[in-house]
């Protein structure tokens, strides 16, 4: 069974930055890709970035050049710094290793992100 933990939610200040970390219990290059997810309430969950077994990663339109995402295939985590955050960046943030075997598809608890003066 694969367990996912997030860590390294708060409140953070307009523009200001916060790095989140997904830590995976087994090695992170035998997946597909890991993703970061968030659902900021009231609304749906959408796909934040991800990185790919073979290091090649993606951004939604509403975070790039913002959020960077990055790995350490050594500790099995996977890491989002986020700079120049805004209040609509409030979300709760989800990590989840993808895979074309379901089993081996996780979802973290979730880390709560607030972006608020």
């Known amino acids: 069974q694969v367990q996912v933990v997030e860590s390294g939610g708060g409140l953070v200040q307009p523009g200001g930055s916060l790095k989140l970390s997904c830590a995976v219990s087994?090695?992170?290059?035998?997946?597909?890709?890991i993703t970061w997810y968030r659902q900021p309430p009231g609304k749906e969950r959408e796909v934040v970035a991800s990185?790919?077994?073979?290091?090649?990663?993606s951004y939604s339109d509403s975070v790039k050049g913002r959020f960077t995402i990055s790995r350490d295939s050594a500790k099995n985590t996977v890491d989002l710094q986020m700079t120049s955050l805004k209040p609509d960046d409030t979300a709760v943030y989800y990590c989840?290793?993808?895979?074309?075997?379901?089993?081996?598809?996780?979802w973290g608890q979730g880390t709560q992100v607030t972006v608020s003066s």
């Open positions: 989840k290793t993808e895979s074309t075997i379901a089993t081996r598809r996780a």
């Open positions: 087994a090695s992170i290059l035998s997946f597909r890709a």
């Open positions: 990185i790919t077994s073979g290091a090649t990663t």
